[in-house]
C-alpha cells in the first residue's frame, strides 16, 4: 500500500500530452488554450477620452474656452485644439491632436453661449493613452490558461477569432456490478441505482474533458473484459468505478491486466479510496475506482482531474484556502491519510459534512471542500487552521 503523496506522483508522472485543435473564440469556454495569444494593435489602440466633457489644453485651464465642436466615439476628430479652444467629447473618442486634457461635464459650466469654462479641482486629464495598457505584439493571455469569460473578451478585443486549444481528453466510463440499475429504472429489492457512473460523467465535463458512457459491465469477467477493452480503444483515459475491493466477484484488476493494463498502484493508504487503482497501457491510462459513490467522486477529484489539466497542459492549480475549523473534529482511525468532505459555514468556517462512511451519497451535495489528513493525525482541533481544497 503506497501513501496518497507517491500515488499522485504516479499519475502525474504518467500523464499524457493532449493533441491540439482549432475553435472559435466563442465556443472556447473552459477550454485550454495551446498557444500564447498576442496583442494586434496597441490598446487602447489611441488617446482615449476616459469621461464625457471637454477637450483642451492642460495649461488653459483657466480660460474660459470656445467649444469647437464635437467628437463622438467612432469618429476621427476633424480639427486640432488650438490655444483658447475646446471641443465637446464623448467617452471612448478620440482626444483631437493639441488637446492634452480632458474634464468632465459635471467639472464645466457655460459661460456664455460656445464658450465653457472648468469648474473642477482634480488635475486628473482623463486620457487613457494609446498603448498604455498593451503594447501592439505583446502577449494577452498566455499559453495553459484555462477560458475564463474574461478572457473571451480579450480574444475579442484583439481580433483572434480561431483559438489553438488542447483537444478535450477523451474519457470512457464504466460501472460495475449486478447490483445496478440505471437511474431511470425501478430496482429490485436488492438493486441500487448507479448513481458513480453518472456523478463521473458529470466530473469529467467539468474537468475538461469529453466523457462516453459505456454502461453497467455486470459481474462478469469476459463481459467486463470486453467492455473494457472496448473503451480502452477508444479513450485516453478509462475510469471504471466498483469492482476493485477483496469480494468474489471484485476482478476489475485481472480484467485489466488481460486487456494489456500494467497496473501501476492498486492499493492506497487514504481515505477514503483504498482500493483506487490505476494503469497505463499504450494508448492512455485507466483510473480504477471505489464503488462507493464518495471514494468515487474524492478520488476523481484528486486523482484524475489533475492529471486531465495537466494532459491539456493547464497551469491549473486546486483552489486551496486557509480556514478555522468550526468544531473539534477526530477520526476513528489514523492509519490512513484522509480526504474529508466540509462544508463552508457562513461565517467561512469549514465544517466536516456528516458522513456515516464512504457510502453516504446524500452528504456529499453539502460539501464544497476537502481537508487532508496525514496519517497519524486523528484529531483537529476547533478553530485550528485546516487547507481548505474547493471541489
Ligand atoms: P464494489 O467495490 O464493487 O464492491 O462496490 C462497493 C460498494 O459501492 C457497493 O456497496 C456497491 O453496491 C456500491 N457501488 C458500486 N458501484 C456503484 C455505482 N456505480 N453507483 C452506486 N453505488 C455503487
Ligand atoms: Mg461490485
Known sequence: ????????????????????EFVSFADSLNRVLAEDVRADRDIPPFNRAAVDGYACRRSDLDKTLAV????????????????????????????PEGADFVFMVEDSQEAEPGKVRYTGKTPKNNISFRGEDIRQGDIVLKKGRIIRPQDIAVLASVGHVIVEVSCKPLVGVISTGDELVEPDEKPEPAEIRNSNAWQLLAQAERAGGKPKYYGIAPDDEDVTYEMVSGAIAENDIVILTGGVSMGDYDFVQDVLKRAGVKILFDKVRVQPGKPTTFGTHQGGVVFALPGNPVSCFVQFEVLVKPFMYKMCGADWKPAVHPMKLAAKYERKSA???AWVPVRITDDFRAEPVEYHGSAHITAMPY???????????????????????FI
Open 335 to 337: 492509519e490512513r491519510a
Open 367 to 389: 460539501a464544497n471542500g476537502l481537508l487532508f489528513m496525514e496519517p497519524g493525525q486523528k484529531i483537529i482541533e476547533k478553530d485550528e487552521t485546516v487547507m481548505v481544497r
Open 1 to 20: 500500500m503506497i501513501l496518497f503523496s507517491e500515488a499522485y506522483e504516479i499519475v502525474m508522472g504518467n500523464c499524457l500530452v493532449a493533441d491540439t
Open 68 to 95: 469647437k465642436g464635437l467628437i463622438k466615439a467612432g469618429e476621427a476628430p476633424l480639427f486640432k485644439i488650438e490655444e483658447g479652444e475646446c471641443c465637446k467629447i464623448m467617452t471612448g473618442a478620440i482626444v
